[in-house]
């Protein structure tokens, strides 16, 4: 099965693959969770991909098991080196740009909160300065997060012009500060006709994520070791979504900035439902695990995390036609299934081109039913 899909605009949006084919793109963080299931998405619509990032971390990575390692030639270079990211873009003369290079671990940020904020603002801003030498963007998508606003705790699903300031932790707070970088330079690439904006996206799952301290891999681990998963915070709630919900939304955007038009200079990508709690999350996934132990803590302890965070997707619906595809319980079985086959010794890339091809598929009946 491949990765391609073409246009349909009914009740739902895809991306046009049309516009994909031969488009010279940028992506950065290309061997992360994300970014590796973006590469094969693109590369499936006929794009000429080029990527810039760090080597995937760990003894397993999505990104080996779908790209291989030899695509790295050529492709590995730290965000933070200016003269290496000013080389990559040069040569890569990008037509679009996703941006999703960043640490991203909440608890690793505490643990080093100065490489936190050099990746996510530093990195940010020396891959914009290199890119307003360019003459070939006419978009540019920055990933941030959910949790960029201001969260004072009192559960309110955030809206795009809610404040921004984070939630008190050095990766939170990197990211709000990556918003206000994206800010400042917005003017510049306006005047070149180049459409630049920021995605907020949920908590996102799905099969390939390996990253530490992240609740589906932490659980896959346990679980499938026969050991007990230890839950720190039960009852802290996020807008759970598949991780193509929002390169779905990526993807769109970056086709709309490219053919012009007034957009918002941020959109938020996540569930209809709201949020749902780690507590209901792991339930949904222990049915799909024989024998699997959870040990939910009965008291808060590490470093401050947000407990509540919602996000109100209204705008990029409205806008962008994207909504959601997959609820919460689809999303998690889905999930569970993929990291139940590629344990069994399935191949990820065709459990990730099956994943891929039912999303289509259901966007096909939607777009179908509403006709």
Known sequence: MGFGQGAMEMLVTLPDADFWRGRR?????????????????????????????????????????????????????????????????????????????????????YADPVGTFAVNVTGTVNLIEALKSTSNACAIVVATTDKVYRNTGGGRAFVETDPLGGSSDPYSESKAACEMVVAGFRDHFASKSCGLATARAGNVVGGGDWAEDRLIPD?????????????????????????????????????????????????????????????????????????????????????HEAATLALDPALARRDLGIAPLWDLEETIARTARWYRAFLAGENARDLCAADLATYLAAARGRAGAAA
């Open 25 to 109: 793109v940028l992506l950065t963080g290309h061997t992360g969770f994300k970014g590796s299931w973006l590469l094969a998405w693109l590369e499936g619509m006929g794009a000429k991909v080029s990527g810039l990032a760090l080597p995937p971390e760990g003894p397993v990575s999505l990104f080996g098991a779908l790209h291989g390692t030899a695509r790295l030639a050529g492709e590995v270079a730290d965000i933070r080196d200016a003269d290496a990211v000013r080389g990559l873009v040069r040569a890569a003369r990008p037509e679009v740009v996703f941006h999703l290079a960043a640490q991203a671990l909440v608890r690793r940020s």
């Open 219 to 303: 659980a896959i681990r346990a679980w499938s070791k026969g050991e007990t998963l230890d839950v720190r915070r039960p009852d802290a709630t996020r807008p759970w979504q598949h991780v193509l919900e929002p390169l779905r939304g990526y993807l769109v955007l970056a086709e709309r900035l490219a053919k012009g038009g007034s957009f918002a200079p941020a959109y938020n990508f996540g569930p209809d439902g709201g949020a749902a709690s780690v507590r209901s999350v792991l339930s949904l996934a222990a049915a799909h695990f024989e024998g699997a132990r959870m040990n939910f803590a009965q008291t808060i302890e590490g470093p």
